[in-house]
């Protein structure tokens, strides 16, 4: 059974195996005890950016109704963590296919840079 929690260090910990340079606010994905996928914002020199990530097990083409699911509730924790007086980016997953179009369904306009922007 999966279920949210909100976003720790220590979860973020777990999930990569490693602490991260930032400090992430969000939700995790949670079967039992293990992290399975996390979604949030991100500071990194001034800039809000948006993150969204699942383990391998997750992510499947095409994707099944319930993890649909998930990627909008992801996408709905993802715009209330936001500060609506400043854009919010984002990068494509360049190992997920199709991560770029997911993005730019949710309303992210492409950059020249690889990455997206909220406008």
Do not use: C
């Amino acid at each position: 059974m999966l279920r949210f929690e909100p976003l720790t260090e220590e979860l973020v910990r777990r999930y990569y195996g490693k602490p991260q340079p930032y400090t992430m606010r969000g939700r995790a994905l949670m079967r039992g005890e293990e992290v399975v996928g996390i979604f949030g914002i991100y500071r990194d020199q001034g800039f809000d950016i948006a993150f969204a990530q699942a383990k391998d097990g997750l992510w499947q083409e095409p994707p099944p109704p319930w993890f649909k699911r998930i990627i909008v509730s992801a996408m709905h924790t993802i715009l209330s963590l936001r500060d609506p007086t400043k854009p919010l980016y984002a990068y494509a997953e360049p190992t997920r296919r199709n991560s770029g179009l997911l993005l730019e369904h949710f309303g992210f306009e492409p950059l020249n840079n690889g990455g997206y922007r909220w406008p």
